[in-house]
Each structure stands twice: as C-alpha cells, then as structure tokens.
C-alpha cells in the first residue's frame, strides 16, 4: 500500500553531519527521513524557498526537457528501502503511456516538487525504515569523494538555514 507524504523540511543528522529530507505522511503522524546528499538537499531547499536562478540547475533542466518531450511526472514513490540505501521511482506519462523510471529519492523529490507531482511512500518502506542503521558510513576509497566527504562533514545546520528541526 503506499502513503501520500508531503515534504514538511530539511534538517541535519547531528553524528553524521548528513543532510535529510523529512516527508510527512498527509493522513498520519507517519514521518520518514530520507538521508541525501548536499547538492540534492541544496536543489529541495531553493525549490521549497522558490529561488530563482538565471540558469537553470540541474533538476530545473530536466524538468524542461520532459516539457520539450511532451512528458509530464505523474508522481514520484519512494519504494524499497535496502542496506540502508532508499529507492524511488519517477512515473511519466508520455503520449498518453506510462513509464516508470528508476531514480534516487533525493533526485526524485527534486522534481516532483518542481512539477507539482504527488509524492509516495510504500508501506514497506516506513516499516524498514524503523529499523535503519543511523550513523552507519561505508567506507570511501576514491580521493574525490573523500575530500566532498570531508566537506559535508563539516557543515553545521546553520548552513540551511531555517531547514533546521
């Protein structure tokens, strides 16, 4: 069965120093974090706060070519949840057929808040989700991603700014 969630904000983990996003069930107190990274949590943030910019950004690009395509997002699901990893789908609609795309939750979230899509949440999910490793890290070999490890590590809420809970 999957549940209706809306966004209701952004905040920080205070172990990790990892973004997360926190849908809210419309029907229930039903809550779920998703942790993201900074750049997805950057792209939610200006979209909840309707930031214009003079270029479109990533998610704004992709939200303009569906438009050129003749796609339209009928709404997003975030639908398993695996070593601590969560998964989501984007549904299209395109001449009139469905298409179901896979996609990060954070990247997903994304657009459906720029097209105006319904968010959903499997029931499955919420259930795993009560049993998630918090502060569980994989271990990182590739320098790049070291150094935007080290980066996001020390970021303080205040780098959200009213994204704070």
């Given amino acids: 069965m999957l549940r209706e969630m809306k966004i209701t904000g952004l905040t920080m983990d205070p172990q990790t120093n ?7 069930d419309t029907e229930s107190d039903a809550v779920l974090p998703i942790w993201i990274g900074l750049l997805e949590a950057t792209a939610i943030a200006t979209e909840l706060e309707k930031i214009q910019f003079p270029r479109p950004m990533t998610h704004d ?10 796609a339209t ?6 639908c398993d949840l695996r070593d601590n990893t969560f998964y989501a789908w984007i549904y299209l609609m395109v001449q009139g057929k469905e298409s179901k795309i896979d996609a990060r939750p954070s990247d997903a979230l994304a657009i459906a808040l ?5 968010i959903y949440v499997n029931e499955v999910v919420l259930e795993k989700s009560k049993k998630i490793e918090t502060g569980a890290k994989a271990e990182i070999k590739d320098e790049e991603a070291k150094k935007w490890t080290d980066i996001l590590e020390n970021l303080s809420p205040e780098d959200f700014g009213k994204y704070k809970m």
């Fill in 61 to 70: 690009l992709i939200k303009n070519l569906m438009s050129h395509l003749g």
């Fill in 114 to 118: 720029r097209t105006s899509a319904r």
């Fill in 73 to 78: 997002v009928d709404r997003v699901e975030v």
């Fill in 18 to 24: 990892t973004p997360i996003v926190v849908l809210k």
